[in-house]
Every structure is written in structure tokens, then in C-alpha cells.
């Protein structure tokens, strides 16, 4: 017999209710995170004859090594051993009411960049552990396949998730609608300290005191705040900052557009004076010429010349581009020279050079965003978090993270992140120009 915890209860409650289908369990270490998700599963397999359930996690090799292990503990405690068949080869736990779980790698292979391998499943549920190593779309995925067998037993899809806080779409999808309690109503979260579990030895909690400061924020305060990543560019206080340095310098007026179209992403545009973000105007659905028109209705309004106006040429921002006949922003490009000493600066391409010189601005406090929206606020901290060295390991030219590994972060494009980086373009291109001649 096997007593739940009172945030176990409540999660078993959202697990049975027929609103809701995607459950998040967790949020720090020793919660008891896979001990309820595998209880979960077995409880599921006793009640419901030939059904199919997912156990998953990033890699299949820790799966086994870890909530596996849990799974066949949970067995021993429950006195239900005998009663499950795990075979090795097929990695496919079988009950002897002829219900399954099928244990599943979602780790995101460059080879199945859609998760191709999960096409043909179907499944009755699923339990994902530590969900906050998977990307977003493996979540959607498996969503996507559970089917099997739900009309017979009179269910709805449901999904179970654990993780730890991470910055990325376990933040925006589950916990940060939840603190601002925007939480979609088929979504719950429920964070679960190692404090709630009395079963923990003091010893344990005492180890998790005693970690560094991001670890002991996160895997025992639950903090989803803090972030001390090394790859990280920019400093999380001065990130918050950007909304109140309004100290920062006025000066020449620009635009910064970011096109996206017909509801594929967004188009952002922000209008600058100086370092100072002054408005920003974003359309979900749109076409090129809608886009266009709206940058030559700011241009007027705020008096910005046409050489002050840099539209991401990537896509069908190239549209925008060739009606407005601005400046093209192309990602992949070769870095511009270092306006003071007219070398080449050493960067994979123009993005990563013009989001370091973002970085380096916000670290500095010159940049000011005037916006009161909290909302948009909240998106575009959560998107220049992202702004991170990419394979920092490894020797060669500085580059950021790609802009799919962000997307697949946040479960969303950066848009907002992009459209700011691209007023850098200027700093470095006017000043070009004022040291040549």
C-alpha cells in the first residue's frame, strides 16, 4: 500500500476529470515525480484490459537506467511484480490483462526532425518523464497519437508529465500561464517541492542545500526564475532591466521588422529613437503587402527615412523588402567589419554577430523597451533568455543558438528577439560609413 502525497491526490484528480488532458507534475528534485507517474501507469493497465500506454523520456538508455528502475520498484511496493513482463528486446512492458506500456526515446534525432517513428503509433496515454529534455513538438506528438481504445473505456486523452524548471516550453506552455493564471483549461500544473515529500530523508534535503546556487534554486526552491546558464549572453537582472531604463538615449529614428505570413509566426515591427523602443505593432495573420503598408504608415508617422528601415529578407520578408526597397536583413550572412578597426569579426553569420552586440548593449543598460503590456513583457524576456552561445565547447567562430533549437525551446518563434537584434544592424552599418569617409 502506497499512500499519496496531498499534490499527488491532486494531480489524480486532473487525471480523471474529463477537461483536462495535459498534466505537468513537478517543478523541483524529490517530489516524487516518476514514483506518481509509473503508480499512474500501472494503475491504468489494471483497470483497462488491452489498453497501450507511453512511457517516455529524451533517451531511451536513461529511461531504463532510471524510470524503469523506479517502475519495477513501484511493482515490489504495490505486490504486483508477478503481474508485469517486461521484454528487453521489444522494450514493451506487458500486464497479463494484455494492457501495455511501450517505452519510447523522444529525443530529437537531426534524422526525424517530425518524429516520423511515432507515426503509426497508437496509444491510450502517456507518462513522459522529465519532459523538460524533450522539445516541444515530441509533446505534441504523442498527444497526437493518443487514440487507442478511449471510446471503448469512455476516456479522453491524457498526458502526464515531470520535470524539473527549465526555461523553456515547460515554462511558457505550463507555468508561466499558471502564475499569471492564463492556464489553458486543459492544461494543469502542479508544482511539487522535495519539501512536500516526508518520506525524504533529512540527509537528502541537506545534499540538495548544499548544491550551487542555480542547482539549489531550482531542484529545491522550485525556482523557475533562475537561470545562471554559462551559455548565456545576457545577464537576467539587466534583462529585466530593459523595461525601466528609460536614462537610455533618444537620437535617430528607425524600424525593425520581423515578417512572418498568414498566421506562420508573427510579423513584429518595432519603431526605435535611439536606443529607445519606443512602439511595437504585431500582426498574427498577414500578407506581404498589409506588412509593407504598415512600415510606410509608421515610416510617416514618425518621420523615419527609408535607409533607416531593416525588414528581415529571409523568406517572405524578402516581399517586403522589394516593395518598400530597404535595407534586407539576411541571417546567414557574412558578420559586418568591425566599424573601428574594418576587420571581420570572428562570427558564424550576421544574426550571432548582431545578438552579441545586442547582449552587450542590454549587459550595458542601453537599451530601453517602453511598453506597459506585461504580456508582451513576459514573451520577450522569455525570448531573449534564449539568446545563448551555441557549442561553447567547442573552438572555431562565435554563434547563437539556431533559431529551430529556439523555436523547439519555447514552443514558439522568437519574433519579438529577432525584430530587437536587428537594430543593431545600424550600429554597426552607420558607423561603417562614418569611418570610411
Known sequence: MIRLLPKQENAVYYLNDKVTNEVL?????GGGKSAFGCMWLIQNCQKYPKSRWLMGRSKLKTLKETTLNTFFDICAQLGVS???????????????????????DLFLYPSDPNFDSLG??????????????????AWQIVKSRIRYKLKEFGLIPKMLGSCNPAKNWTYSQFYHPFRKKELKPYRKFIQALPTDNPHLPESY?????????????????????????PAALIDFRKLQDIFTNDFAHGGLMYITADIARYGRDKTVIGVWCGYRLIKIVEFGKNSITEAADKIKELAKEYEVPLSHIIVDDDGVGGGVVDILKCEGFVNNSRPLDNPETMEQENYMNLKSQMYYALAKCINESKIWIDISDGGIQDIIVQELEQVKQHNMDKDGKKQVLPKEVVKELLGRSPDYADMIMMRMWFEYRFKFEFYVR
Open 205 to 229: 534535503l541537506e545534499s540538495l542545500r548544499q548544491l550551487d546556487e542555480n542547482s539549489k534554486q531550482r531542484l529545491y526552491y522550485g525556482n523557475w526564475e533562475y537561470d545562471d546558464d
Open 82 to 104: 508477478d503481474q508485469f513482463h517486461y521484454n528487453q528486446q521489444s522494450g514493451v512492458i506487458t500486464h497479463l490483462n494484455g494492457s501495455e506500456i511501450i517505452l519510447k
Open 120 to 137: 503509426s503509433l497508437e496509444i491510450t496515454g502517456a507518462f513522459i518523464d522529465e519532459c523538460n529534455q524533450i522539445v516541444f513538438k
Open 25 to 29: 507534475y513537478g517543478g523541483a528534485a
